[in-house]
């Protein structure tokens, strides 16, 4: 069976590029250019997959995806010209950039409508940006980790770090450590490094998106989600052993 798209964009140039490359991967293809008129078609022809622009005549995306969904369960993807950080995540599925290749378009068509698993989409950019930011955006964090918790065991006189019985940096790898990040981190607070998620340096949801969709087995982690989740809502109070927990891990993806 044909599984149908609808897109609601007011800007011809890309209502006709969607349609085409929407039309070339197999959809019927729906077309709305106001929130109204999307509601609409939503409600009465029922699409398996939406992708709607931001800014549209009479609201925005997130206005259509909170009102269709009040309707039916539906996949939705916002495609704007501006910050796809504008789309709310609680009602759109994956935000992206009308920078967006076809190849990118149509794998986003195929994890919405559940022909391949969603957390195989990195949203944002071009091909090669999406690569980039999924290799690096764990490494940074892994770094801020790294910063906490030496600046935290420093403090607090430590020359080793045990967690679960398995020594994690020996006397001789925090010497070594200690000797490279010292200069940086001299005048460092842990929770001034960790206003960097605040100010949107770091979204700690990207993080463990990005995380888990490199390494498929921290979906199961509870500890590794239950920290970044606290950090996501501006918690910094965890312990040095789960700074120490989820730097590792960050560290080690795609390792045994």
């Known amino acids: 069976m044909v599984k149908k ?4 964009e007011d ?3 890309y209502k006709v590029k969607f349609r085409n490359w929407a039309t070339a991967a197999g959809f019927e293809v729906i077309e709305a250019t106001t929130v109204q008129e999307g509601v609409e078609k939503a409600t009465y022809q029922r699409p398996d997959v939406i992708i709607t622009d931001f800014g549209l005549p009479n609201g925005n995306g997130n206005d259509l995806a909170r009102r269709v969904r009040e309707v039916y369960s539906v996949p939705i993807a916002g495609i704007t010209a501006g910050d796809p950080k504008s789309f709310d995540r609680r009602v759109v599925d994956i ?3 009308k920078s967006i290749t076809e190849k990118n378009f149509r794998n986003l068509l195929s994890c919405l409508s559940g022909e391949t698993p969603r957390d195989r989409y990195v949203a944002y950019g071009t091909e090669a940006e999406q690569k980039q930011k999924s290799m690096e955006l764990p490494n940074a ?3 801020f980790f790294q910063a906490y918790y030496i600046i935290k065991a420093e403090r607090d006189g430590l020359r080793e770090i045990v ?3 398995k020594t994690i940096i020996s006397q001789e790898q925090w010497t070594s450590m200690h000797s490279v990040l010292r200069k940086d981190l001299d005048q460092v607070d842990p929770q001034r490094a960790f206003e960097f ?9 990207e993080v463990y998106e990005s995380a888990c969709a490199n390494d498929s087995r921290l979906k199961q982690d509870k500890r590794f989600a239950v920290v970044l989740t606290r950090l996501g809502k501006g918690d910094y109070a ?5 700074a120490v927990y989820v730097a590792e891990k960050l560290g080690n993806i795609g390792g045994e």
């Open 238 to 242: 965890f312990s040095l052993d789960d």
């Open 5 to 8: 798209v609808l897109i609601v």
């Open 197 to 205: 998620f605040q100010t949107g340096e770091f979204n700690a949801q």
């Open 95 to 97: 935000p992206e950039t």
């Open 163 to 165: 967690v679960d019985s």
């Open 11 to 13: 800007t011809q140039e």
């Open 141 to 143: 964090t892994s770094l």
